[in-house]
């Protein structure tokens, strides 16, 4: 088979271009630290790749979620422990108001520090997370979840107060692993309402409001009312926090479970994607090589002619 100049020059200029284009390669390979630059490169293991890079994606998100539920239920837990101090005050100004040595002036200051904390427990009801979310309005975060509204009769055109709930029916849930959610906060109405509607706060300012009146016997009937209706709702609060510190502790459980999983899936990952450069720099130096030896031989046959011979 004869083998014309030009076929010899293309063949020759073939080779040079593949080894300059496997020389790219390896360093684009460098550059970027990575085995794998195209899914073409080893359809398998980008595959691979692919959904470890998903896996990692959830893990993440699973990871902002837990970090979100326990800086909300950290500090769900320290307004509870103070609801809890308000609340034993309260008792405790509760049981020295039935003391019928009572002057009315001590049973209006009774009733002003009464009032005062019935303030503070309506706060603590409202207070926001660091995310500007309402600790305890549920799936209505963005609303004031305890709130005293004026109502009008419609009949006799009489207004009252009345303590309301506005948050959400039901507490958040957000998902922390594959298999599980938890439950960021819990709900005023949980908390300081009955399922009558009645309230803690309701409670208490008919005890203020007896106090100041000074109706002795009115006041018995209201004491009793309101020691039952704080003790109601310390148990609640008690409640409230045991399972909040559960929860707290199976996030933590979670947060490490996860970075486990994230730490696995990343080294799987890089065993596969990641670039070994003590075998990168011996390849490009073969390549390297390579390259100029085709070089050198192109140099020499460019030069050959038939006139060499004559």
Partial sequence: MRISTLQMHTAMNSSMQQASGKINESLLKMLSGKEILKPSDDPLAALQI????????????????????QSSLTAEETVLNDVDSTLNRLRDLTLSAGNDALSQEDMNAIAGEVDHLIGQLSDMANTKSANGEYLFAGTKSDTMPVVKKEFTDPDTGVVTEKWVYEGGDESREIPISDNRTITQGDTADDIFFSADGGSIFADLDELSTALKAGD?????????????????????????????????????????????????????KGSLEDLDYAEAITQLTLEQTALQASQKSYGKVSQLSLFNYI
Avoid: P
């Fill in 216 to 268: 002795r016997t009115a006041l018995k009937d209201v004491l009793d009312g309101s020691i039952e209706s704080i003790d109601k709702t310390l148990a609640d609060v008690g409640s409230t926090l045991t399972s909040v510190g559960a929860r707290i502790n199976t996030l933590d459980m979670t947060t490490t479970a996860n970075e486990e999983s994230i730490a696995m899936t990343t080294a799987l």
């Fill in 50 to 69: 692919m959904g470890m890079s998903d896996d990692l994606t959830v893990l993440e998100q699973y990871q902002k979620n837990i970090t979100s539920a």
